[in-house]
């Protein structure tokens, strides 16, 4: 079984829809993360906990939101969908490093369609 | 100015040849340097870490250069499963990872 895993793989839905994207893994770490990548732009944070009490923003958190339900579990909430969220969305997770970071293990992602 | 800047590609080289891919990087207090390999529409799953040393695994060396905020990564003897985007990481003053955008590499027969 995977170590993290993202439910759905895919969705397609209509502007204005909410949707929720979860995340899960078996790997016991702390740090979870929520990202996004377009063409072009690379890999963008959308929103990260270091936690089950933390909550942090991202660089694009705007239109977006979270829940750590627990260590295990970090889920990505779109309250109103719009066409311009259209697009891959990962989770990774991350031991707490002693120094720098470590590395971060990715889920398969969620290919998102808003029409 | 982005914070982790890659030469987008593609390369396109023969199986065998040798190719190198840089990066820079803006944040000069950055502590750990990664490569990342990211297949079509997969997840990325980490390449090697980087150090100030330098460091081989196999076919691949990575090498940092601090005082130019600079990170390079070097494929020897290209294999047709090497084709794939390698993505240039660096973690700003929070410890968070920050992505370059990717360098696609296409490795023909």
């Known amino acids: 079984d995977a170590d993290v895993t993202q439910t759905p793989r895919n969705r397609i839905t209509k502007t204005g829809k909410r949707i929720m994207l979860e995340c899960s893994q078996t790997k016991g770490h702390d740090r979870m993360y929520w990202y996004r990548q377009d063409p072009g732009l690379g890999l963008r944070l959308i929103y990260y906990s270091f936690d089950v009490k933390d909550i942090n923003k991202g660089e694009i958190s705007d239109g977006y939101s979270v829940s750590r339900q627990a260590q295990a579990k970090f889920s990505l909430s779109l309250e109103s969908a719009i066409p311009n969220q259209t697009a891959l969305y990962f989770c990774?997770?991350?031991?707490?490093?002693?120094?720098?970071?470590?590395?971060?293990?990715f889920g398969p992602g969620t290919r998102l369609t808003v029409l | 100015r982005k914070e982790v800047e890659q030469d987008p590609g593609p390369f396109n080289v023969p199986e065998g040849a040798t190719v190198a891919f840089n990066c820079t990087y803006s944040n000069s207090a950055s502590q750990s340097f990664f490569w990342y390999r990211q297949d079509c529409r997969k997840e990325p799953k980490l390449l090697m870490s980087v150090y100030s040393s330098g460091n081989e695994d196999g076919r691949f060396t990575a090498q940092l250069n601090r005082a130019s905020q600079y990170i390079s990564l070097l494929i020897r003897d290209s294999k047709l499963s090497d084709s794939a985007t390698y993505l240039c990481v660096a973690t700003t003053g929070f410890q968070k990872l920050v992505f370059g955008t990717g360098t696609r590499l296409l490795v023909s027969p």
């Open positions: 990774a997770t991350s031991e707490t490093p002693g120094l720098g970071a470590n590395e971060q293990f």
